[in-house]
């Protein structure tokens, strides 16, 4: 699925599924396959794929599950049972999986808070959790990755450029508590986001200040 292809994908998971030779070939293209529609929104078309793994999962795989789950439920527009299945999904990974898997668990709660309209608690409580926990560094900062995306979708249309300078401080030194900053941080005023704004909708340079 790096290309995009999400519907190829399910065509060709699907052909490959038929000549699948044992069962764990089968459980990981059943979540690649129940991953690609949910990629194309289609949470029905998942469910299938979904209940042929919860038939036979182990407790490695459980997280990736409910991970997938709670895709489905946001989809679906049931933010609760999304926030619950993305907790269980972090509870998993950090028990059976790897980095990867926590972070996708990460991932999918940064998306429920974003949904909610909270992402900006739902940032500051992660950070302060994963501090309180002992898990600095480089777990936190891949909190921040996923938030920052979030972040950029939010600063682009709904209005929280007015006092995201404040916010971008107030994060900043929370993070530099959890010492979850990777480098230098130079916070840039809000007007001069303002002013870059305008700059490029008419096409000009910024000058230097």
């Known amino acids: 699925m790096i290309s995009g292809d999400t519907a190829g994908a399910v065509k060709a998971?699907?052909?490959?599924?038929?000549?699948?030779?044992s069962p764990d070939a089968l459980v990981r293209l059943r979540r690649k396959i129940a991953g690609a529609?949910?990629?194309?929104?289609?949470?029905?078309?998942?469910?299938?794929?979904?209940?042929?793994?919860?038939?036979?999962?182990?407790?490695?795989?459980?997280g990736r599950l409910a991970c997938l789950r709670?895709?489905?439920?946001?989809?679906?527009?049931?933010l609760d049972a999304a926030e619950q299945f993305a907790g269980e999904a972090r509870v998993l990974?950090?028990?059976h999986g790897d980095l990867d898997d926590v972070a996708a668990a990460q991932?999918?709660?940064?998306?429920?808070?974003?949904?909610r309209g909270d992402w900006r608690q739902g940032l500051e409580l992660?950070?302060?959790?994963?501090?309180?926990?002992?898990?600095?560094?480089?777990?936190?900062?891949?909190?921040?990755?996923?938030?920052?995306?979030?972040?950029?979708?939010?600063?682009?249309?709904?209005?929280?450029?007015d006092n995201v300078e404040d916010y971008a401080r107030r994060t900043l030194a929370l993070a530099e508590r959890a010492r979850a900053v990777r480098r230098s941080v130079r916070l840039v005023p809000a007007r001069r986001v303002v002013a870059a704004a305008s700059a490029l909708g008419r096409g000009?340079?910024?000058?230097?200040s």
């Not at 709670?70 to 049931?78: F, M, T, V």
């Not at 991932?107 to 949904?115: D, F």
């Open 13 to 21: 998971f699907g052909s490959a599924l038929e000549a699948a030779g």
């Open 37 to 62: 529609w949910l990629m194309q929104h289609g949470a029905d078309n998942a469910e299938p794929h979904l209940a042929a793994r919860e038939a036979d999962v182990g407790s490695g795989r459980a």
């Open 70 to 78: 709670a895709n489905q439920a946001w989809e679906r527009g049931d």
């Open 93 to 95: 990974a950090q028990t």
């Open 107 to 115: 991932e999918a709660l940064a998306v429920v808070s974003h949904l």
């Open 126 to 161: 992660e950070i302060e959790r994963l501090a309180a926990e002992g898990e600095g560094g480089a777990q936190v900062a891949r909190v921040f990755d996923i938030h920052h995306c979030i972040g950029q979708y939010h600063l682009y249309g709904d209005g929280l450029a």
């Open 204 to 208: 000009r340079r910024l000058s230097p």
